[in-house]
């Protein structure tokens, strides 16, 4: 039996999809404003994350400002996302541009590849149809969503944009051991870096407290070589959906893996906290990121990420929630310190889900 949320998702990618983007878009912005005015969980929680970014100083009614911005551009996400899969590739090229865009083309025609880790900013998916539109081959993970039918609408719709998805689970072989090889292939790996869904991730200190990320960016550009980028994604004023890379990210060679895992991983997220400053608006973090700061029991626990049995992370698509719960807004940079990597005092590196990640 379909479900209503599927049935809403299908009637996207068909209603949504045909509509003129000049109709279309006063709709998901009163949307989104009525999501500010009624603060339901997603927008508080939106709200806490921008605080943490912006920092105690910045007065509520401009914070304020911010949240109802920041889901303004959620739902011009969800916009584009119903609508994407209706333009031609020559459009695809002029709807995203990318500073140091030449890094990939470079690390695709080596024939090593690159690994490319993303905040949830901006418009991931118009990325990924923009380098597949300039011939470039992209391989990345999404989160298997329930139910299956919503899963495969959103498999066949970035399918579409010619991204290849690989299943966090239930696929024949291992996400990871699938990554390495298309690496090996010249493939653009972008992955979904700011949000560890597996309670398993590497903890690093990110705005100022404690939370986890993925492990498995760090882990393959230490497995293969293949250069190591961080994306900033935003919307410009105009809602033009833009981005740029960093890098490549040294990569340490001294020590244990487990080890040189948590120093890489420190160091993408110091990246991403410095783009996502720069966009706050566009930050579309409606879930719970920090951890308590001092760490409980469960929290200490062993990583779960190992090299030989991995699970899997996400991709430039991935953000589960629904169209229009909270969408995020700009705020100011931040003024502490880069955060630099503490001393590894968790328990090495070891389990299965290096490549964890959502979604939608």
């Known amino acids: 039996m379909t479900s209503l949320v599927e049935l809403a998702y299908g009637a996207g990618w068909s209603v949504v999809k045909a509509m003129p983007r000049s109709l279309a878009w006063p709709v998901f912005r009163a949307a989104a404003d009525r999501a500010a005015r009624r603060n339901g969980p997603g927008t508080q929680r939106l709200r806490g994350n921008l605080r943490r970014v912006v920092g105690p100083d910045v007065p509520e009614a401009e914070l304020d400002e911010l949240v109802r911005a920041g889901l303004r551009s959620y739902a011009r996400y969800w916009l584009d996302a119903f609508q994407l899969p209706r333009y031609s590739r ?3 090229l002029t709807m ?3 500073e140091n865009s030449e890094w990939l083309a470079e ?4 024939g090593t590849g690159c690994v490319v880790a993303l905040p949830h900013s901006g418009n991931w998916d118009a990325a990924g149809a923009w380098v597949c539109a300039n011939g470039w081959p992209l391989t990345t993970v999404a989160e298997r969503l329930k139910p299956e039918g919503v899963y495969q609408k959103f498999l066949a719709y970035r399918e579409s944009l010619g991204m290849e998805i690989i299943p966090t689970e239930g696929g024949e072989r ?3 051991e699938i990554l390495t090889e298309r690496l090996g292939q010249g493939h653009v790996v972008p992955l979904l870096a700011d949000r560890d869904l597996s309670a398993r991730g590497i903890e690093v200190r990110f705005f100022g407290g404690r939370t986890r990320m993925p492990a498995g960016p760090a882990m393959l550009a230490l497995r293969t070589g293949a250069p190591l980028f961080v994306a900033s994604l935003w919307y410009d004023d105009e809602y033009n959906a833009r981005g740029r890379l960093e890098g490549p990210l040294p990569i340490p060679e001294d020590g244990p893996m487990d080890a040189r895992v948590r120093v890489l991983t ?3 997220a110091d990246r991403l906290a410095r783009g996502i400053a720069e966009h706050p608006r566009d930050w579309h973090m409606l879930q719970r ?5 001092e760490p409980t029991p469960e929290q200490a626990a062993p990583v779960d990420a190992s090299i030989d049995t991995p699970a899997a992370t996400s991709g430039p698509l991935s953000s589960a929630g629904s169209p229009v719960d909270a969408p995020p807004v700009t705020a100011r940079p931040v003024t502490e310190p880069p955060v630099t990597a503490r001393p590894v005092t968790e328990p090495p590196v070891t389990a299965a889900d290096p490549v964890s990640q959502e979604s939608g």
Request: avoid cysteine; proline fraction near 14%; charge should be negative.
């Open 90 to 92: 020559e459009q695809f």
């Open 96 to 98: 995203f541009s990318l």
């Open 107 to 110: 690390a695709v025609e080596a």
């Open 174 to 176: 291992p996400p990871l």
């Open 266 to 268: 420190q160091e993408i």
């Open 289 to 293: 990121l920090w951890l308590p700061e």
